[in-house]
C-alpha cells in the first residue's frame, strides 16, 4: 500500500513483460519465451470477457513463446489467449463427470452413475491450438517429409531450452487439463512440443501434441499436429499390461510422458513451409 492508494498490480507494464521474456538467435531464427506469474483479477476478467467463457483457474496470460525468422519476418507464436479461443464456446463437446463412488452408492438409480455439467462450453479446457502466425506466410499441408527423429536423437548440445504454462485447470477438482510448451534448441535444428493434456477422472484421457521442427540450415520448418484419447479405465489397463504396479498406478495417470504412447491415435496431420 502506498500512501497516494492501492499500487495498480493487475497488468504488468511492457518494460516487465521485456524483462521476462528471453530469446536465442541461432542462424537467423530468433526463440524467444516468456514467463511471468498467474494473471491478476484485471486481466483475468477482461480475457473472460473477450473470449467469452470462463477462463481456467490458472491463466498465465502474459505468458508465451515465440520462433522468429529474421530475414523474412515470419513469425509463429503460442499464447493463452489464442489457444482458449479454441475452446468450443457451446454445449456440443460437453464431457460429463463421474460421480465418486459414495455419492453414488447411495444413489443407485442416477443415470448409471453419470450427470450432466451444465455449463455453455467445453469446460475440459480441449483446444486444437497448432500456434498463432503473426507475420508471414501459412504452412501447407505436406505428408512427404515428417520430423526427421535420427536427427533429434543425436546427442548435439542443448544451446537453449525452456518450458512454459499457458493454462491450467484442475476441472472442479474432476481431473486436469493443462496447455504448455516446451522447446530445446541445437546447433542446426530445434523442436518445439506444445501440449494439451486432459485428464477427466473415471471418464476420458486426451493428449493433444503440436511439434513444430525447424533446420536452420534449409529454412524448412515442419509442423506435427497429432490427437489422442481413450477412456480412462482404459488407459489404466494399458498401464498394467505394460508392466506397472496398481500402487504407480495414480502417479502415472497424472503424467502425460507416461501414458502419451498408450493412447489409440485419433488425427494426424502434418505441414511445413520454406522460409528463404
Known amino acids: 500500500m502506498s500512501f497516494n492508494g492501492p499500487i495498480n498490480e493487475h497488468f504488468p507494464t511492457p518494460s516487465s513483460a521485456a524483462q521476462s521474456t528471453v530469446s536465442h538467435i541461432q542462424k537467423g531464427f530468433k526463440i524467444s519465451a516468456r514467463k ?13 470477457k473477450k473470449l467469452g467463457i470462463p477462463v481456467p483457474e490458472m491463466i498465465f496470460g502474459d505468458n508465451m513463446v515465440s520462433i522468429e525468422h529474421g530475414a523474412s519476418g ?11 479461443d479454441g475452446v468450443d464456446k457451446t454445449d456440443k463437446n460437453m464431457l460429463k463427470v ?18 450432466e455439467v451444465v455449463k455453455p462450453f467445453d469446460w475440459s479446457y480441449t483446444t486444437a491450438y497448432k500456434g498463432t502466425i503473426t507475420n508471414g506466410k501459412p504452412f501447407t499441408q505436406d505428408e512427404s517429409e ?5 536427427l533429434l536423437k543425436r546427442p548435439d548440445p542443448i544451446l537453449f531450452f525452456e518450458e512454459v504454462v499457458l493454462y491450467e485447470s484442475e476441472l472442479d477438482d474432476n481431473g486436469v487439463s493443462v496447455y504448455s510448451c516446451k522447446f530445446r534448441v541445437m546447433p542446426d535444428r530445434m523442436l518445439l512440443l ?21 533446420d536452420f540450415n534449409t529454412g524448412k520448418v515442419i509442423r506435427d499436429y497429432t490427437e489422442r484419447q481413450d477412456e ?16 504407480d498406478l495414480t502417479i502415472a495417470m497424472r503424467d502425460p ?20
Request: net charge positive; charged share 25%.
Open 194 to 214: 506444445c501440449r494439451l493434456f486432459m485428464r477427466l477422472d473415471n471418464v476420458l484421457v486426451r493428449i493433444r501434441d503440436t511439434r513444430v521442427y525447424v
Open 98 to 115: 463421474a460421480y465418486s463412488k459414495e455419492w453414488s452408492s447411495s444413489r443407485e438409480k442416477t443415470h448409471e452413475g453419470i450427470k
Open 74 to 84: 515470419w513469425r509463429l507464436e503460442f499464447n493463452a489467449y489464442d489457444a482458449l
Open 232 to 247: 480412462f479405465d482404459n488407459v489404466k489397463k494399458s498401464l498394467l499390461f505394460s508392466g506397472r504396479q496398481p500402487d
Open 146 to 150: 515428417p520430423i526427421p527423429l535420427a
Open 257 to 276: 510422458n507416461q501414458i502419451a504412447h498408450l493412447l489409440p491415435e485419433v488425427k494426424h496431420t502434418l505441414e511445413s513451409l520454406l522460409l528463404p
Open 36 to 48: 511471468l506469474p498467474i494473471s491478476k483479477s484485471g486481466p483475468i476478467d477482461d480475457m473472460s
